[in-house]
């Protein structure tokens, strides 16, 4: 990376105007006018001011949100050191647990002030709102702070009391900020400001450690040399005398940079007004008369339109107008202005640079001597006129959306399988069927001492089933069809063993058909394209962000898809906002550089709208041509792009089923990628059919695929599937009441002091306008628009383009946003009579909300004037309950239609699932399968312990039940010794030293693991021997040489050994079995036969 700082910084210390305000910044106090500056050229000039007078902090003030965080991206690539922000809240009353990161931001960069050291910020940058909000004065932010040091002496107890008094909440397990989990000696907390929960472990009142862990995982990843805890701000009396202004924490010798001081007054007073002059703001006159103490630097565009300035300082600085022709026009300008300038160019990564340098060098045969090629996002490109010096942002050469620096990797659960398990709810027993959950009881088994924790489950006519946690992996939830009670199975009778069968022929049924597809698609020759290339690279590696682990994946396996010589057939499946457009612009690319053409099928014509825009966007640097097919278009541009699909002058076209229609064809069609089928009519479904056995095609669903019908897909459809959502996307605020005009005056609001937009999706046309009207009522200061469906040709088009370009506050829309709208200025919607959707429905529509680094809100709206149906609330509720990211997952199989397992095999599927459970129906398609293939079964046999060992949780160790189930099922799960050393580190690290029946339960695990190598099946102690049930006597050999006591044999699957009574105690016992399972395993086939005298040694 070139040194932005060595290269930027010289070009403005030579202007002599620069030298002359350095100079003037020695002398304290004032105010300085600052004139001519555009661009990021303000950025630039605080960096090097900064960089000249190292004895001095800057703040830097702007009006609005957004211009806050481009500053930051400025001041950071113009070398700039140590800088921070002071966000302003995004949130209302009584949405306090939303803004926990923002408030620990806020209070982290006051306590770092109020004590300065090493890693105190020298340029703070600050939006004019921000300025406006209190933060606890000096003296009481030492009250909301505790800091927690490792071998420190502290209390576990003070410090609960400390969170709980500070407005934490306690969990069984933390997710995000503001929760906290006590387990005896562990306390777990997400602090506000962190990116990742911490982990403290204590002796007594001794700090052991403290460490961070992943939220997902729950593993602890580091240990750190301690933990500074911040209130959160429910906690807090914003309106009382204990607050004051952020200025109180700057130092005195403080410039103060304020870009644009008229519009940063303006937005001030607007927002104070907008607000009703809430308590929890000061004033801004307050705020402005504040700052007075302060050496002040009034940046404005032409001449002091503020205030009066005691020096003037004008630099000749301008715009860049020059690059707004197209591509190829553009670098011809860029190589003109090298002639005699020196050209700065900066890239968001190498991809960019590396492509960027290409096209130069095509153009120009060779790379000016003046132009220089830098990594780093600057925001507006500008030309500094005394020194003679172009800086030009990538984004604008190429006409992009400029893409947003990742400030945080926000911590955040992958899509998780597991689903929880209360008391209650339906479960199935793999052997007996259908029952009910009644809870964990922890009983004495039979005669013995010996206390083992049962899961009870309830049948038909209240009998009952206590099934030792050894066996809970024969136990799921039930999970059917939405809103439907099964009936419970008869426990002892024949008509679950019927069910079974009847769905078990069904899934065959369905596997052979789907494997018959499969095969004929194989035996069809398609296109094997070759290895990537340069560009292909180059082309990836410009991606603004960095990939996923599962989106490096998918990518492999789509391209080993389009090299193999039989056409792919794959569905991507991934939740909301999970990047499956990009995956499929890069499967685009690897195609049309091949030189054939590719079609986008998408549902409606706004989307169709919004990925031409995407694809345009992302593929501007290559000589790629792009068309789009819709009612947007006029029908003498629809006939010229299907004139130039079927010449081959188009690469990709866009569309939506028009591109189904007869008169549109491809001269060379190499792949199609269809976006959510499942909303194609069944007329359009039949052609995809075709459309598969011809040409490569990539299917993307926002509905995730669980990974339990994922593995028993393998082999009937190529899938892929996203599960980690990218890593600076946070979840969405949600919530469900009834519609409250003052909530949605406040909400709106807020979103327009942020600079922000609003969607209100309001699904009735005849009444759209009424709707409207009453908002443009409520909120009067709103620009409304309206957009439907039923709109005329063009009419729609405009609203979503005068949307798009900010042009109004508030859409008033019916569902045509729902598919994959991606407007990322739009971080509020309300979905009015939210009881009539479904829950996908909802939840895809949440989704269209907190794209951008701000947080996202939704609020679901329900009538006033009519009742709320059960099965509506259930789904309101579970969808305000999976807020979080990847919810999409527990939405899917809460509401369950089932979305995922009704696109995947057919809405008939439905009745077979509902009638045996997701889970068991997902076990017997993956059996058909491996049947149908000739392949084993993967599920080993289970080897059964009785060993008369106490072996449970105890509930004073870990006392919710749902933890306590998911380590039983864990447990059962150990397939490897690994596997149970991973589930070992796992217990001691979230819930600390365990206790003797824990220690026994992992040692069975591992005894178990360890005995089905040898193809033993059970052991069971009967005193005074232990009997061994084996499979195959020969094999186990090994297991019983020089076996430290009797050894005999009755029959051939039968081994006895007898100990003494002291060898029987548990600790004994399970050290003498753990040695004699652990030795090493036969190397090769002729010793896996044993001697003849050994059998007969056995029978003695």
Same mark, same amino acid.
């Given at each position: 990376?070139i ?13 002599g105007?620069?030298?002359?305000l ?9 105010v ?13 000039l ?38 921070a ?15 926990g990161?923002?408030h ?12 300065p ?5 020298r ?50 397990r933390?997710?995000?900020?503001g ?11 997400f ?34 040399d ?28 403080t ?33 402005? +008369? &504040? #700052?007075? *103490? @302060? ?7 032409? $001449?002091?339109?503020?205030? =009066? %300035?005691? !020096? ?5 600085? +301008? &715009? #860049?107008? *020059? @690059? ?7 670098? $011809?300008?860029?190589?003109? =202005? %090298?002639v !005699? ?9 190498d ?14 045969r ?53 689903l ?33 924790e ?14 030792p ?12 069809a ?9 426990l ?13 022929d ?5 596997a ?40 490096t994946?998918v ?46 099928l998408v ?16 593929l ?11 009612r ?8 010229t ?12 076209l ?15 069609l ?28 990539l ?14 897909m393998?082999g ?9 959502p990218?890593?600076?996307?946070r ?13 949605v ?25 009424t ?23 063009g ?11 900010r ?14 709208i ?7 919607i ?55 990211l ?6 899917a199989?809460?509401?369950l ?39 084993p ?33 864990r ?16 217990i001691?690290?979230?819930f ?32 005074p ?10 094999a ?27 060898q ?15 030795r ?11 001697p ?7 029978a003695?």
């Open positions: 990376m040194d932005t700082v060595q290269m930027v910084i010289p070009s403005i210390t030579s202007d105007t620069f030298g002359r350095v100079r003037r910044l020695r002398d304290d106090g004032g300085l006018g600052v004139s001519g500056l555009w661009g990021s050229s303000a950025p630039m605080v960096a090097a001011l900064a960089a000249a007078a190292a004895d001095r902090p800057f703040v830097y003030v702007t009006a609005h949100l957004d211009e806050a965080d481009e500053a930051l991206d400025d001041l950071e690539t113009f070398g700039a050191q140590r800088i922000l002071l966000p302003a809240w995004e949130t209302l009353p009584g949405e306090g647990s939303s803004s990161e923002i620990g931001e806020r209070l982290r960069l006051c306590a770092s002030l109020r004590q050291g090493p890693s105190t910020p340029v703070i940058v600050t939006p004019a709102q921000a300025l406006l909000q209190r933060v606890p004065s000096p003296a009481s932010l030492d009250g909301q702070t505790l800091t927690i040091l490792p071998g420190g002496r502290q209390a576990r107890e003070e410090v609960i009391r400390w969170l709980v008094d500070r407005g934490f909440e306690r969990l069984d933390v997710e995000s900020p929760d906290f989990a006590w387990r005896g000696e562990i306390i777990d907390v602090a506000p400001g962190r990116d990742q929960p911490v982990r403290l472990e204590f002796l007594d009142d001794q700090v052991e450690s403290v460490r961070e862990f992943d939220v997902g995982t729950q593993r602890s990843t580091q240990r750190i301690g933990l500074t805890l911040l209130a959160m701000p429910k906690s807090v009396d914003w309106a009382g005398e204990h607050t004051t202004a952020a200025t109180a924490y700057w130092p005195e010798n410039v103060v940079v304020i870009d644009r001081p008229g519009d940063v007054q303006e937005l001030a007073q607007t927002v104070w007004t907008r607000l009703n002059r809430s308590s929890r703001l000061m004033e801004p006159s307050d705020v402005l +008369r &504040s #700052l007075s *103490r @302060f050496t002040q630097i009034h940046i404005t565009r032409v $001449g002091m339109a503020y205030g =009066a %300035a005691d !020096d003037v300082f004008h630099f000749d600085v +301008r &715009s #860049l107008t *020059r @690059f707004e022709g197209k591509t190829d026009a553009a670098i $011809g300008e860029l190589c003109a =202005a %090298a !005699d300038h020196r050209v700065i160019v900066y890239c968001h990564n991809g960019e640079r590396s492509r960027l340098r290409e096209l130069v060098e095509a153009q120009n060779g790379i000016p001597t003046n132009m220089e090629f830098a990594i780093g996002v600057v925001r507006h490109g500008f030309e500094w006129t005394a020194a003679r010096t172009l800086v030009v942002p990538h984004h604008e050469l190429f006409h992009r959306t400029p893409a947003r620096r990742l400030r945080r990797a926000y911590a955040s659960r992958p899509l998780d399988a597991s929880e398990l209360s008391t209650g709810d339906y479960v199935v027993h793999v052997l007996h069927g259908i029952a009910r959950f009644r809870g964990m009881k922890t009983m004495q088994k039979g005669d013995s001492n010996k206390r083992v049962f899961m009870t489950l309830e049948f038909a006519d209240r009998a009952q089933l206590h099934v946690t050894t066996q809970i992996d024969l136990v799921h939830r039930y999970i059917g939405a809103g439907v009670r099964p009936a419970l199975s008869k002892g009778g024949t008509r679950w063993k019927t069910t079974t069968d009847r769905v078990s069904a899934v065959s049924d369905l052979e058909s789907l494997l018959r597809v499969q095969a004929a698609r194989t035996n069809h020759e398609g296109i094997a394209y070759p290895p990537d290339t340069n560009w292909q690279r180059e082309f990836e590696e410009s991606f603004a962000y960095e990939d996923t682990e599962d989106q994946t990518v492999r396996e789509i391209k080993g898809d389009l090299t193999r010589p039989r056409p792919m057939d794959r569905l991507l499946c991934g939740d909301v906002g999970y990047g499956k457009t990009e995956l499929a612009i890069r499967a685009a690319f690897k195609v049309v550089e091949y030189g054939k053409q590719v079609a986008v549902p409606t014509t706004v989307l169709a709208e919004q990925h031409y825009r995407t694809f345009t966007e992302r501007a640097e290559y000589p790629f041509s792009i068309g789009c097919l819709s947007f278009r006029s029908a003498k541009e629809q006939k792009l299907i004139e130039h699909a079927k010449k081959g002058q188009i690469d990709i866009i569309g939506t089923h028009r591109l189904l229609s007869a008169d549109v064809s491809f001269r060379d190499g792949m199609v990628v269809i976006d959510e089928e499942q909303r194609f009519g069944v007329e359009h479904k039949e052609r995809f059919k075709h459309v598969r056995s011809t040409v490569d095609v299917t993307l669903s926002a509905t995730p695929i669980p990974r339990t019908l994922h593995m028993a393998v009937l459809r190529d899938i892929s599937s996203l599960q980690t990218p890593m600076d996307r979840s969405i605020a949600t919530r469900v009441l009834p519609f409250d005009a003052d909530t005056r406040s909400a709106v609001l807020r979103e327009m002091n942020r600079d922000g937009q609003v969607y209100f999706v309001h699904n009735v046309v005849k009444n759209i306008q709707v409207a009207d009453q908002i443009a009522q409520l909120v009067p200061e709103a620009r409304i628009i309206i957009g439907h469906g039923q709109m005329k040709e009419a729609l088009e405009r609203v979503m383009h005068a949307f798009v370009n042009q109004a506050d508030v859409l008033v829309a019916t569902t045509i946003i729902e598919s994959g991606d407007i990322p200025n739009v971080n509020t309300f979905i009015n009579q939210a009881d009539r959707f479904g829950l996908a429905d909802l939840h895809q529509l949440r989704g269209r909300v907190g794209r951008s680094a701000h947080r996202g809100y939704c609020y679901f709206l329900l009538p006033a004037s009519r009742p709320v149906t059960d099965k509506a609330a259930k789904r309101l509720k579970a969808i305000e309950e999976f807020s979080d990847g919810a999409g997952f527990r939405i199989m809460r509401d239609e089932i979305r995922g397992a009704g696109n995947l095999l057919g809405p008939e599927q439905s009745g077979h699932i509902a009638a045996v459970g997701y889970e068991m129906y997902c076990q017997l398609l993956e059996r058909s399968v491996r049947r149908i293939r000739g392949e079964e993967t599920h080993a046999e289970k080897v059964h312990l009785e060993l008369d060992i106490p072996a449970f949780i105890p509930r004073s160790y870990m006392a919710s039940e749902r933890t306590r189930v998911d380590i039983y099922r447990v059962a799960a150990c397939a490897t010794p690994s596997d149970v050393q991973q589930l070992e580190n796992d001691r690290d979230e600390g030293p365990y206790p003797d029946a824990v220690r026994t339960l992992v040692d069975l695990a591992e005894i178990r693991t360890m005995a089905a190598r040898w193809g033993i099946r059970a052991i069971n102690l009967t005193r021997d232990v009997v061994f049930t084996i499979a195959a006597l020969h186990a050999q090994p297991v019983f040489t020089d076996a430290p006591g009797t050894v005999r044999s009755p029959d051939a699957t039968t081994v006895h050994l007898r100990l003494k009574p002291v029987l105690e548990p600790p004994t016992l399970l050290a003498i079995l753990r040695k004699m399972l652990s090493p395993a036969p190397g090769d086939e002729t010793s896996k036969r044993p003849a005298n050994f059998v007969a040694s056995l003695r």
